[in-house]
């Protein structure tokens, strides 16, 4: 499946006989390519970079869900753009989705970084959605103040309400502008992690950005994540949640540009 992407390149690349690789940068559950727009624009100075919208999400197509599938979707839309290996920037979901293709692929890869969530089961508890979005009985039109209210009863959460809302139309015939069932039916593998072959290992360099506050990289993932990453590294970004490039846009940023130089 071929996904939307959001293209942002230098005014004018550097002249060097080895061109930089181009940046891929994936979103989290519920999220879109221009939630990483403030990290996207940054690193365009220097590199091409694509902001990809997962299948059943922003503007991409809708289907069922695995991360072998949103992987080879992955796979495929990058195909579209360059033959070179790409660094890739995967958040959350996305995050799992980038270790798929990176353990699966990892000829295209020629570095990864991982947003807060480590290779296993587990990650979004804090999403405690509702079934019942998907029954949500629309008005004939709807503002963004509506549409809070009509959405509060089930996200109570502020901030997880503010994420959905993105994924609202509004105005005249509003509505789910994502795959909200698909997502849905597919929330198991969302949750769960592949089962890879025992000697599955990604030989590139690999950071693993975690934010302090957020429960979804602990000690107990370590051991996996040396045997599947083998020379990754792991830094911790204070006071942060799980959304560490909202949370601290400067030190995410920092980080990612340091990962990169050095490599």
Same mark, same amino acid.
């Given at each position: 499946?071929?996904?939307?992407?959001?293209?942002?390149?230098?005014?004018?690349?550097?002249?060097?006989?080895?061109?930089?690789?181009?940046?891929?940068?994936?979103?989290?559950?519920?999220?879109?390519?221009?939630?990483?727009?403030?990290?996207? *624009?940054?690193?365009?100075?220097?590199?091409?970079?694509?902001?990809?919208?997962?299948?059943?999400?922003?503007?991409?197509?809708?289907?069922?869900?695995?991360? @072998?599938?949103?992987?080879?979707?992955?796979?495929?839309?990058?195909?579209?753009?360059?033959?070179?290996? &790409?660094?890739?920037?995967?958040?959350?979901?996305?995050?799992? +989705?980038?270790? +798929?293709?990176?353990?699966?692929?990892?000829?295209? &890869?020629?570095?990864?970084? &991982?947003? /807060?969530?480590?290779?296993?089961?587990?990650?979004?508890?804090?999403? /405690?959605?509702?079934?019942?979005?998907?029954?949500?009985? #629309?008005?004939?039109?709807?503002?963004?103040?509506?549409?809070?209210?009509?959405?509060?009863?089930?996200?109570?959460?502020?901030?997880? *309400?503010?994420?959905?809302? @993105?994924?609202?139309?509004?105005?005249?015939?509003?509505?789910?502008?994502?795959?909200?069932?698909?997502?849905? @039916?597919?929330?198991?593998?969302?949750?769960?992690?592949?089962?890879?072959?025992?000697? +599955?290992?990604?030989?590139?360099?690999?950071?693993?950005?975690?934010?302090?506050?957020?429960?979804?990289? @602990?000690?107990?993932?370590?051991?996996?994540?040396?045997?599947?990453?083998?020379?990754?590294?792991?830094?911790?970004?204070?006071?942060?949640?799980?959304?560490?490039?909202?949370?601290?846009?400067?030190? #995410?940023?920092?980080?990612?540009?340091?990962?990169?130089?050095?490599?």
């Amino acid at each position: 499946m071929l996904l939307n992407v959001i293209e942002r390149n230098p005014d004018t690349l550097p002249a060097s006989d080895t061109p930089l690789p181009t940046i891929v940068l994936i979103h989290g559950l519920f999220g879109q390519a221009r939630n990483l727009g403030f990290a996207q *624009r940054h690193l365009a100075a220097t590199h091409r970079t694509l902001a990809i919208d997962l299948r059943n999400h922003g503007k991409s197509p809708h289907g069922p869900m695995t991360y @072998q599938i949103m992987a080879e979707d992955v796979r495929e839309t990058i195909r579209h753009f360059t033959t070179e290996p &790409v660094i890739l920037l995967g958040h959350s979901m996305g995050g799992k +989705t980038a270790m +798929t293709l990176a353990l699966t692929h990892p000829e295209m &890869v020629h570095s990864l970084i &991982v947003g /807060d969530i480590a290779p296993g089961a587990g990650g979004f508890a804090n999403m /405690d959605l509702s079934s019942g979005l998907e029954h949500v009985n #629309f008005p004939a039109r709807l503002d963004r103040k509506e549409a809070d209210a009509l959405l509060r009863p089930l996200i109570p959460n502020d901030s997880v *309400r503010q994420l959905m809302m @993105q994924n609202l139309t509004l105005g005249e015939t509003p509505g789910w502008s994502i795959g909200l069932h698909d997502i849905f @039916q597919s929330l198991p593998a969302v949750m769960g992690w592949p089962d890879f072959p025992p000697d +599955t290992h990604y030989e590139g360099p690999a950071l693993f950005i975690k934010g302090e506050l957020s429960p979804y990289i @602990q000690p107990h993932n370590f051991p996996v994540m040396r045997q599947l990453f083998p020379h990754y590294t792991l830094e911790t970004i204070e006071k942060a949640g799980h959304w560490i490039h909202a949370d601290a846009p400067a030190r #995410f940023i920092e980080l990612v540009d340091a990962f990169i130089k050095a490599h």
